[in-house]
């Protein structure tokens, strides 16, 4: 007959291994996961997340280059479920997600609130250390009222990938406008020579910008032309300024608008001169140059 001891042994031993097999089974069913996979090996395909907004944002990642897009869509208002909106907002607007869907209703749904409250977060977490559980009781509050497909290991993937973003490698991509009315900045004159921007900007040239004042601050567009110019001569940036102007109407924040794809050269533009918001796409047709710099009120030039 066995000792008390050796039938405790026995216990541990078993419940030991059941704790492993539990384990080893999770593991297997979360890295079969092909978001996971592709978050772990930082592979070049595309992980999509549609974040549960009103309007909607369809977010494409692409772990091996750390660059993601925003796709705004048009608000189905018509459907009361949140997931039946975007998903006739993606068949409206031509989109095939990957399947299954990943979704995520975040407790604030407004759009804009939310999306000024994410940059702040990735911008603003190195020095707050609420970030963390903030971030946690959100997916675990979401999670609970089945306001998310995410399971627990691509939430934590994901925020570990997050903490390696800022606002600037997001590109976002406004819904367009249904009325056709021209912009009220024209382009260039030399337009119609260019049909297709998408050849030269796979091109090893420096990047073609227009540069808008929006500050209110006369003269901004001019000076910052100028240290574009010099800095372009120096060889430190790759920058041609095409042309500047007034932007129509006064703004508050700085941007760029991006028309060619070359997100990452963007970027390095966009920081060295201090416009560290995300880049948006710009919807302007058959433009010349590869970008515009909008100048807000917000705006310094570069010592």
């Avoid at 606002?167 to 900045?185: C, E, G, Y």
Wanted: net charge positive; charged share 25%.
């Amino acid at each position: 007959m066995e000792s008390p001891h050796q039938a405790r042994k026995i216990i541990e031993r078993l419940l030991l291994l059941l704790l492993l097999a539990a384990l080893g089974a999770g593991a297997w069913v979360q890295y079969h996961s092909e978001p996971l996979r592709r978050l772990a090996q930082h592979a070049g395909e595309p992980l999509e997340v549609t974040i549960l907004t009103s309007p909607a944002m369809f977010v494409t990642y692409i772990p091996a280059t750390r660059q993601a897009s925003v796709r705004v869509l048009s608000e189905k208002k018509h459907f009361k479920d949140p997931l039946e909106r975007v998903q006739k907002s993606l068949e409206a607007e031509q989109i095939t997600p990957q399947r299954p869907l990943k979704y995520f209703e975040p407790a604030e749904t407004k759009r804009d609130v939310f999306w000024e409250d994410f940059k702040k977060s990735l911008a603003r977490w190195r020095y707050n250390p609420l970030f963390v559980p903030r971030a946690l009781g959100a997916y675990l509050s979401a999670r609970h009222n089945r306001r998310t497909n995410l399971s627990a290991a691509e939430f934590a993937l994901l925020a570990l990938e997050l903490t390696q973003l800022e606002a600037n490698d997001f590109v976002v991509r406004l819904p367009q406008k249904q009325n056709k009315k021209k912009s009220a900045i024209p382009a260039p004159a030399l337009e119609n020579t260019v049909p297709d921007r998408a050849p030269l900007a796979l091109q090893d040239r420096p990047i073609i910008v227009e540069v808008l004042n929006a500050s209110g601050q006369k003269g901004l567009a001019l000076e910052l032309t100028q240290y574009l110019r010099e800095q372009n001569t120096k060889g430190l940036l790759r920058v041609d300024v095409l042309q500047y102007d007034n932007y129509p109407s006064l703004q508050e924040t700085s941007w760029i608008e991006d028309y060619s794809g070359r997100q990452v050269q963007l970027k390095q533009l966009g920081s060295a001169i201090g416009v560290t918001d995300e880049i948006r796409a710009g919807t302007t047709p058959n433009v010349i140059c590869d970008a515009r710099i909008i100048l807000g009120k917000d705006f310094q030039l570069p010592l």
